[in-house]
């Protein structure tokens, strides 16, 4: 396989003369700044917030790529992942005409991302254990077919992908393969970040919002060849992370033992929620998972999920989703947290 990102990329994009900010054009930080229209006497706030914040995250990407074994170069920082899913489509799918591959149950917004962008979308569902159908993937590229979505750990269902089943997507597939690892500070195998070099039509998607608890901060990730994240810094908006968050997330990275030990403090809580649910009469199945959350098979996921409700516990219903009939979705809590969820599930009675 010849991967050519230029064979992929939305023409209009290829050819835009992307907008320069004041803070692109002078990047220094001494002197005397009359050149963005800020309000040079502060702001109406307790601290000033009056200047301008990096375009381009610097600092930011020095500390993440230290910790992931990438270059800055390599990485995006996006408003959320909910940026990056947007500028996937926006960057290399023409609306009305492009496709994109996501293989159900899985994330919602690569269906709503590619419903606002006008983009046709190609389900192929997981086989019944949640793994890759390849075969099928492979069969149901077509050349309009700029972007498959793949999420692993996934979300609804918790499991990883099977390596070699991405490894074959990436070598028989022509458009970009987005692999969302939004968990995989969780899982038991190593992220994908550091198979870039392999595969030019790789991007890994991350985020702030789970392990490192900052969801509140709207802070999501891209990694993939300088190439694309070079595409990415022309469309993106030009202050697109506000620079109360990039020092949040410079705290952040200074302190990844904190996250670590969140970690394992969730995956122990994980390991002992996931026994005491299985002794209740009617949950009849608890899906492998590589997350912070369990997928639980109930005998009536609608009457659980209302029950809890009613006792102010809240759970994502998940039943009506493809392949998880009679689902709750678990998100790990504390241990008081997961000590209440057990105390009033015991007292439900299907
Ligand atoms: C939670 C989650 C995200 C994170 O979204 P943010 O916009 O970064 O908060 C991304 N992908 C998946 C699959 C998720 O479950």
Redesign the pocket.
Known sequence: MSFNINSIIRPNIKSLKPYTSARDEYKGKEGVFLDANENSFGSATHTAYNRYPDPIQWEVKEKLAIIKGVKPTNILIGN???EPIDLLYRCFCTPGVDEVLITPPT?G?YEVSANINDIKLIKVSLTSDFQLDTNGILKAITSKTKLIFL?SPN?PTGNLLKRNDIYQILNNFNGLVVI?E??IDFASEPSFTLELDKFPNLVV?Q????AWGL?NL???IAYASEEIIDIFNKVKPPYNVNGVSQSLAIEALNNEEKKNKDVEKIITEREKLKKELLELPYVTQIYPTDANFLLVKTTNGNAVYDFLIEHKVIVRNRSNVTLCEGCIRITIGTEKENATLIEKMKIFKS
Do not use: E, I, P
């Open positions: 959320g992942s909910d994330y917004m999420c979300n969302d939004a968990y998607l985020t702030f919002s789970k969801a709207r802070l999501g």
